[in-house]
C-alpha cells in the first residue's frame, strides 16, 4: 500500500475529526476517570480543533493518506515554550498520533513522527516530548525504537467529594 505523508488540508478536517474521536475512545477506555468521555459532538468538536491549528506557525497537523484518498492516520505537534510548571525548556511536543487500526503494522506511525520530528527541528526545538497511556504498550515500543526515554510518571488520584 502506497502511502503519503503530507500535510493535513481542510478538506481532511472529516477524516481528522474521526480519528480524533477515535484516539479519544481508546483513551477513554484505557482510563475512564482520568479521560474524556467521548460524546455526540466529539468528532466535529475534534475537527474544529486540529482545524484551528491547521495555519498556525506554533503548530502542525500530518496526515498518511492511502492511494485514493483514504486517511490512513495523523500527528498533531506543537512548539511548547519553556514551562515552570513541567520544569522544561522549550521542546516540541507531540500531542496526538493515531493510526487506523486496520493500517497498523506498515510502519506508518513511525513516518508520520519522523515528519513531525523534522519540522519541529527545522523550526528551533532542542527537543521532543510526548505522553503516551500507561497501557498504551504498542505505541511505547515504537517511542523507544524512534529513540524517545522514559522521563515522567503521571500518576492519577481521584479526590472523594
Request: include cysteine.
Amino acid at each position: 500500500m502506497a502511502i503519503t505523508i503530507r500535510r493535513a488540508e481542510q478538506r481532511d478536517l472529516a477524516d481528522l475529526g474521526r480519528l480524533g474521536a477515535m484516539l479519544m475512545r481508546t483513551h477513554y477506555a484505557f482510563d475512564r476517570q482520568r479521560f474524556l468521555a467521548p460524546g455526540q459532538a466529539t468528532e466535529g468538536g475534534y475537527a474544529r480543533f486540529l482545524g484551528s491549528v491547521l495555519d498556525s506557525e506554533e503548530g502542525c497537523v500530518f496526515v498518511a493518506e492511502e492511494e485514493g484518498g483514504r486517511i490512513a492516520g495523523y500527528v498533531f505537534a506543537a512548539l511548547e515554550p519553556m514551562s515552570w510548571k513541567e520544569l522544561r525548556g522549550p521542546a516540541g511536543f507531540i500531542h496526538d498520533i493515531l493510526v487506523r487500526e486496520e493500517a497498523r503494522g506498515l510502519g506508518i506511525a513511525a513516518k508520520l513522527m519522523e515528519t513531525a520530528m523534522e519540522w519541529l527541528r527545522e523550526h528551533g526545538a532542542p527537543r521532543v516530548i510526548l505522553w503516551t497511556a500507561a497501557p498504551n504498550e504498542g505505541a511505547q515500543r515504537l517511542f523507544l525504537r524512534l529513540g524517545f526515554r522514559e522521563t515522567m510518571i503521571e500518576m492519577t488520584k481521584e479526590l472523594e467529594r
